[in-house]
C-alpha cells in the first residue's frame, strides 16, 4: 500500500521533540532511534565529529491513522543549513472535540497559538501553531461533538 509521511529536520534537537511528540500522541516508534555512529564510514567523507555521534540519523513514528513523522538531526557540521520556517505544517484531523482540544493543549505548551481552536466558516473546528521545537501544526475537526 502506498503512503505519505512527513520528514522533519532539526538542529540536534531530534530526539527532545520525538519524545515530546510520542508522550503526546501515546504511539511507540517504529523500530529504534538511529544514530549518526550506526553508520558505516563512507569514502571520501571526512570522520564523523565526536559531538555528532549521538544525534538522530532517523526515527519514525506513527501519529494518527496511518500517518508516520520521521526525522532526522540535520547540522551544519553536516553541511546542512536547516532553516526554520513557515512553509510545512502538520494538519491533523482527530476524530474527535476533546481528543483536538487535548492534541492542541498538548502540542502547543510552551510554543506560539497562532489562531486558538475556533469555529470556522467552513463548519469545522480549528487551530494553529508552532511547538516549542518550531514545528507548524493545525488541528481541524469537523465533528460536532
Given at each position: 500500500?502506498?503512503?505519505?509521511?512527513?520528514?522533519?529536520?532539526?538542529?540536534?534537537?531530534?530526539?527532545?521533540?520525538?519524545?515530546?511528540?510520542?508522550?503526546?500522541?501515546?504511539?511507540?516508534?517504529?523500530?529504534?532511534i538511529?544514530?549518526?555512529?550506526?553508520?558505516?564510514?563512507?569514502?571520501?567523507?571526512?570522520?564523523?565529529?565526536?559531538?555528532?555521534?549521538?544525534?538522530?540519523?532517523?526515527?519514525?513514528?506513527?501519529?494518527?491513522?496511518?500517518?508516520?513523522?520521521?526525522?532526522?538531526?540535520?547540522?551544519?557540521?553536516?553541511?546542512?543549513?536547516?532553516?526554520?520556517?513557515n512553509?510545512?505544517?502538520?494538519?491533523?484531523?482527530?476524530?474527535?472535540?476533546?481528543?483536538?482540544?487535548?492534541?492542541?493543549?498538548?502540542?502547543?505548551?510552551?510554543?506560539?497559538?497562532?489562531?486558538?481552536?475556533?469555529?470556522?466558516?467552513?463548519?469545522?473546528y480549528?487551530?494553529?501553531?508552532?511547538?516549542?521545537?518550531?514545528?507548524?501544526?493545525?488541528?481541524?475537526?469537523?465533528?460536532?461533538?
Amino acid at each position: 500500500m502506498a503512503k505519505v509521511s512527513v520528514y522533519l529536520n532539526f538542529n540536534r534537537t531530534t530526539e527532545a521533540a520525538f519524545l515530546f511528540y510520542k508522550e503526546v500522541f501515546k504511539t511507540e516508534f517504529i523500530g529504534d532511534i538511529a544514530r549518526m555512529s550506526d553508520a558505516p564510514p563512507q569514502e571520501g567523507m571526512p570522520p564523523l565529529a565526536e559531538a555528532d555521534k549521538d544525534l538522530v540519523m532517523h526515527v519514525a513514528l506513527p501519529l494518527l491513522g496511518d500517518f508516520v513523522l520521521m526525522g532526522t538531526d540535520a547540522t551544519d557540521s553536516m553541511g546542512f543549513k536547516l532553516i526554520q520556517g513557515n512553509n510545512v505544517y502538520i494538519n491533523l484531523e482527530p476524530d474527535t472535540r476533546a481528543e483536538t482540544e487535548r492534541l492542541f493543549a498538548a502540542l502547543s505548551l510552551g510554543g506560539v497559538v497562532e489562531m486558538p481552536l475556533q469555529e470556522m466558516f467552513w463548519g469545522d473546528y480549528f487551530g494553529s501553531f508552532k511547538d516549542k521545537f518550531g514545528t507548524c501544526w493545525m488541528i481541524n475537526c469537523s465533528s460536532k461533538e
